[in-house]
């Protein structure tokens, strides 16, 4: 349930990929009309296995040179690099795991160079049985709490028309107990797109409405994910710490907006930028990194990939007084990724020549390929929360003074354009990533 506060901070994420069939005669899909059926009876119990049954092999979260965390932090720092190419001074905001998870979920029914394309973009060093394992060892031990949580609801809408198309259970099995995908069998008529755009209503808690607006007549499957994440700082900004200030644009553009201060203990540095963590009550951080002057966050993250990330939040200073400004900011990013994916390698899965979904299922005298992905988030920064400890961050510049020599101070103010992450503290896998480039 998201929670509805005066000060409210929450991200939503929905990820939307079309799986169409191509090639061979057109045909008709039958029906016209038809009720939406609910196809977990008979695997419902695959969704309440023991997850430590089959989880040999399974990420270890204390582990160092962990391949699932570098290959999913990786493919984050990819798919922002490539997501910024082409829109300099536009503001980015992806949710890298809302698209780890339905392409997962795709790979499941991928076979041959298809499924290599996909696992070398999102797990370079895993086999498909070792993804799953380790993305299911991970979401099981997500926070979820009043103060901060992180869901993640997945379905899969399979075309009825058992004439002509015909699903693998073991491909829905795997889904239904690595992703907790929902499945549903319909006709894709325009009641079916009803059900569809209110499922992913009700999984967002009501902010995202009509997320689709037709259902492709050669569509055969959606795979849908949505992510909500909800957290309350861990020092909520009191109101003399918000006040309004200047924030240059990508183009040099400048504006009053209002400002969140604050002091901090985690400092970041690389050579190129400078930054700092804010972490929420729980389970989770906000990274933010601000490039040096003169230096955009496009051509930054050009100098950076998963392992600099990792290493450059494992090599922060944490005994450091940070002074910060944090801009307070909404972002509404769409986008669809049809060609962000193939420049990341994923080519065969959106070529109906190519693609080899055999693993997934079948579909007479055609062949089933991705033909559209559509990725929606949003997110809304500011004081947030509903408790406040008063005069923890004074105490501690009182500490520093008497021990001048030991902590250093940093000032990093967000009044230019920033990168930005939330990140989950075991791991520190980024959930959202993003770029600002413009305030209001």
């Not at 290599?116 to 099981?140: C, I, P, V, Y």
């Not at 049809?338 to 007479?364: C, H, Q």
Request: charged residues 25%.
């Amino acid at each position: 349930m998201i929670k509805n506060r005066k000060a409210l901070r929450i991200g939503w994420i929905v990820f939307l990929l079309l799986l169409c069939c191509g090639c061979g005669k057109k045909e008709e899909n039958g029906s016209t009309s038809g009720s939406v059926v609910d196809l977990m009876e008979g695997i419902e119990e695959d969704r309440m296995g023991d997850m430590e049954d089959t989880s040999e092999g399974g990420v270890d979260l204390k582990a160092e040179n962990n391949f699932f965390i570098e290959d999913t932090t990786d493919f984050a720092i990819e798919l922002l690099k490539e997501s910024v190419k082409g829109k300099s001074g536009e503001n980015i905001m992806l949710s890298p795991v809302s698209v780890t998870s339905a392409l997962a979920m795709a790979a499941n029914g991928a076979r041959g160079n298809t499924l290599d394309q996909m696992l070398s973009a999102f797990a370079g060093h895993q086999d498909m049985d070792s993804f799953n394992r380790n993305w299911g060892k991970w979401t099981e031990g997500l926070t979820n709490t009043e103060e901060a949580c992180l869901q993640f609801a997945n379905a899969i809408w399979v075309q009825e028309n058992e004439e002509k198309l015909s699903v693998e259970e073991d491909f829905l099995k795997q889904n239904v107990f690595f992703y907790d995908a929902d499945i549903y069998k319909a006709v894709f008529d325009e009641d079916t797109l009803k059900s569809l755009n209110l499922w992913v209503e009700e999984k967002t808690g009501g902010r995202v409405k009509d997320i689709l607006d037709n259902m492709d007549e050669e569509a055969v499957m959606y795979l849908v994910n949505t992510v909500v994440f909800d957290a309350d700082w861990m020092k909520i900004y009191q109101p003399f710490q918000v006040r309004d200030s200047t924030f240059t644009n990508a183009a040099g553009e400048k504006k009053d907006v209002p400002f969140m201060y604050s002091t901090e203990s985690s400092y970041l540095e690389d050579g190129n930028a400078a930054g700092f963590i804010k972490p929420y009550k729980e389970g989770y951080r906000f990274v933010a990194i601000l490039p040096n002057q003169g230096i955009s966050p496009e051509e930054y993250l050009e100098t950076i990939d998963g392992e600099h990330f990792l290493d450059l939040l494992s090599g922060a200073k944490t005994e450091a007084i940070v002074k910060t400004s944090v801009p307070k900011f909404e972002a509404v990013y769409e986008a669809k990724l049809n060609s962000v994916l193939p420049s990341m390698g994923i080519e065969d899965a959106f070529d109906w020549k190519t693609a080899d979904f055999r693993g997934l299922g079948t579909y007479v005298n055609k062949n089933i390929y991705i033909n559209r992905i559509i990725h929606k988030t949003f997110i809304s920064v500011g004081e947030l929360g509903t408790e406040a400890v008063v005069a923890t961050v004074e105490e501690a510049v009182a500490e520093a003074a008497e021990e001048m020599e030991e902590i250093e101070i940093y000032e990093v103010y967000l009044k230019r354009p920033f990168l930005y992450a939330i990140v989950e503290n075991e791991t520190n896998i980024p959930v959202f990533i993003g770029v600002v480039n413009e305030i209001g």
